[in-house]
Every structure is written in structure tokens, then in C-alpha cells.
């Protein structure tokens, strides 16, 4: 059993800052793939920050520079922090994990929080 529960979200203006947080929680602590995704109205989600089996994060172009993704094991916490937030960042975004194979797209994450609505307002 997974639980994940994302907290942090909220409405900013152009060029503010978040800090998303999800709460893990489970019983098998085996290799546990995670990431955070999006998705905005009309759009399909989005890998926004994953973590490979390998250590290395894979942030998606438009959040380069801008969002960083960390762990805290000893809280069994995720964490998406987000600078210099843009209109175009608006969407609901949603950790997940999978204990593997490594998802290839944001369909194959076994594990979803329900989501924290982020607003950027111009």
C-alpha cells in the first residue's frame, strides 16, 4: 500500500514562489521511482521533475532553472520547489512514485497523490 499526499499550492503572482511538498507513505521501502507532474486544463500531464534509478533528475525544459526537485528520507518527504513562478505554470500538480520498471510517461506511475492546485496570476 501507497499513500502520497501533496501540500503547498496556492495562488501567486508572476515571479513568486512555491514550495510543494508530498508526504509518503508505505509498507516496502525497495528502489521507489518518483516525480512530479501537471497538468492544466486542457492539456495532457506532464512530467515536470523525475528522479532516475541512477540519481540524475530530468526536469522538463520549461522549469530548467526555475524548479528543483529534493527528497527528505528522514521526513519520507518530496519536494518541488518553485521560483519565479509564470502564468503558464498554472495547473494541477500531482507526486507519484512506482516501485518499477521505470516509467517511461507519466501513465505508468502506479502511485498518485490527489493533488495542489498552483495559480500564477500575471
Known amino acids: 500500500q501507497v499513500q502520497l499526499v501533496e501540500s503547498g499550492g496556492g495562488s501567486v503572482q508572476a515571479g513568486g514562489s512555491l514550495r510543494l511538498s508530498c508526504a509518503v507513505s508505505?509498507?516496502?521501502?525497495?528502489?521507489?521511482?518518483m516525480g512530479w507532474f501537471r497538468q492544466a486544463p486542457g492539456k495532457e500531464r506532464e512530467g515536470v521533475a523525475t528522479?532516475?534509478?541512477?540519481?540524475?533528475?530530468d526536469y522538463a525544459d520549461s522549469v530548467k532553472g526555475r524548479f528543483t526537485i529534493s527528497q527528505d528520507n528522514a521526513k519520507n518527504t518530496l519536494y518541488l520547489q518553485m521560483n519565479n513562478l509564470k502564468p503558464e505554470d498554472t495547473a494541477m500538480y500531482y507526486c507519484?512514485?512506482?516501485?518499477?520498471?521505470?516509467?517511461?510517461?507519466?501513465?505508468?506511475?502506479?502511485?498518485w497523490g490527489q493533488g495542489t492546485q498552483v495559480t500564477v496570476s500575471s
Open positions: 507519484a512514485a512506482d516501485y518499477g520498471p521505470q516509467p517511461a510517461t507519466p501513465y505508468e506511475y502506479n502511485y
Open positions: 508505505r509498507y516496502t521501502y525497495s528502489y521507489f521511482y
Open positions: 528522479i532516475d534509478i541512477d540519481g540524475s533528475i
